[in-house]
Nanobody, 115 residues
Framework: QVHLVESGGGLVQAGGSLRLSCAAS????????MAWFRQAPGKQRELVAR???????NYADSVKGRFTISRNNARNTVYLQMNSLKPEDTAVYYC?????????WGQGTQVTVAS
């Protein structure tokens, strides 16, 4: 069973920064990929950033150049550094892990960007 715990959300002014963390059970290198998704009120959950076990990265167009996904293998933790935050980044952010074609989710952490 994969267990994911997010932290680091909060309230920030537009233009500010936050760093989200996702602590995973087991070795994150054993997962096919880990990612951050977000869901704003009334909208569908969307991919924000993904890192594969081989280290490949991809980002949503809306966050390219502002957000960076990274990992610390020794700590089994994935991070999302969010800079130049905009009000439209306001959402619940979820950590995701894929293991043998099964998706696992954290409980989510709220990010609110005030204008």
């Amino acid at each position: 069973q994969v267990h994911l715990v997010e932290s680091g959300g909060g309230l920030v002014q537009a233009g500010g920064s936050l760093r989200l963390s996702c602590a995973a059970s087991g070795s994150i290198l054993s997962y096919n990929a880990m990612a951050w998704f977000r869901q704003a009120p009334g909208k569908q959950r969307e991919l924000v950033a993904r890192i594969t076990n081989g280290g490949s990265l991809n980002y949503a167009d809306s966050v390219k150049g502002r957000f960076t996904i990274s990992r610390n293998n020794a700590r089994n933790t994935v991070y999302l550094q969010m800079n130049s935050l905009k009000p439209e980044d306001t959402a619940v952010y979820y950590c995701n892990a894929v293991l043998r074609l099964t998706n696992y989710w954290g409980q989510g952490t709220q990010v609110t960007v005030a204008s």
